[in-house]
């Protein structure tokens, strides 16, 4: 039986109340309707401004402001999965960076184990350190609570001082016709590029969710990145440097 749009965007609202964020996909799973009819109940909840969309869902407008923690919760098993396949490129003995943001949470369970030196500036890292094998390198500088990483002139000069083998970077999203990678912030845009410049591999970690999504700041061209590890979606067939996972 098919559930009624006025049942299934109150079942929406609801779920909005009890935890100020919904991810499409398991809105989908939950009431049993495709992606398409759930995208069409956010867009008309969010005309009656009863919500505002977000990459991979929606959130109360109780909150417009969604934080690091808020994020994360996003598509997890995505950046768990292209975290775990760009973690297979570390050996032991590299030295590697990791840049700020909740994509790169993830990375922490796969490296812990690996006899490598990490440079970070991720604070969503640092709180999951324990008995780790890894050697971890907290940047020091000015410290963003709403993204919990650390940014400044400080944290870029540390970031120079090293060479890394490996780069891993986030972003906010990359846009196919322009071939670019985007972020909000230019303090952050700093920080991964000075990270890139200092290592032999950059790999840049997106879920599907921030494709075709372009942002106010320019990070990079796609193909300055060794590879582009993302969640299995068909983008683009013309960039060789792209790693369906």
């Known amino acids: 039986m098919v559930m009624l749009a006025s049942l299934r965007e109150e079942l929406i609202i609801k779920e909005l109340h009890e935890k100020g964020i919904v991810n499409i996909n398991e809105i989908s799973e939950m009431l049993g ?3 398409a009819t759930i995208r069409r109940d956010l867009t008309k909840l969010e005309n009656e401004n009863k919500l505002t969309r977000i990459h991979g869902g929606a ?3 109780y909150s417009l402001e969604l934080t690091m923690s808020e994020k994360l919760i996003l598509n997890y098993n995505d950046k768990k999965a292209v975290c775990k396949s760009a973690s ?3 050996k032991d003995g590299d030295c590697i960076f990791i840049d700020g943001g909740s994509t790169l949470e993830p990375m922490y369970e796969y490296i ?8 970070t500036n991720n604070a969503l890292i640092l709180a999951k350190i324990k008995n780790s094998k890894a050697k971890f390198i907290m940047v020091g500088g000015d410290y963003l609570p709403h993204y919990n990483m650390v940014v400044g ?8 001082n090293y060479s890394y083998d490996h780069c891993f970077i986030g972003c906010t999203g990359i846009n196919l016709e322009t071939g670019l990678a985007y972020t909000v912030e ?8 000075t990270a890139m410049k200092n290592s ?5 970690l997106i879920d599907s969710s921030k494709i075709n999504v372009k942002a106010f700041i320019k990070i990079a061209e796609l193909n300055a990145f060794t590879k582009i590890f993302v969640n299995k979606v068909k983008i683009a ?5 792209l790693i369906l996972v």
């Open 59 to 61: 959130k109360s407008n």
């Open 88 to 90: 297979d490129v570390i």
């Open 112 to 119: 812990k184990d690996k006899a490598i030196t990490v440079v």
């Open 33 to 35: 309707a495709s992606l």
């Open 200 to 204: 032999n591999n950059n790999y840049l």
């Open 186 to 193: 230019q303090e952050t845009k700093d920080i991964k590029i």
């Open 237 to 241: 067939e013309d960039l060789d440097n």
């Open 153 to 160: 002139t400080f944290a870029i000069n540390q970031i120079g």
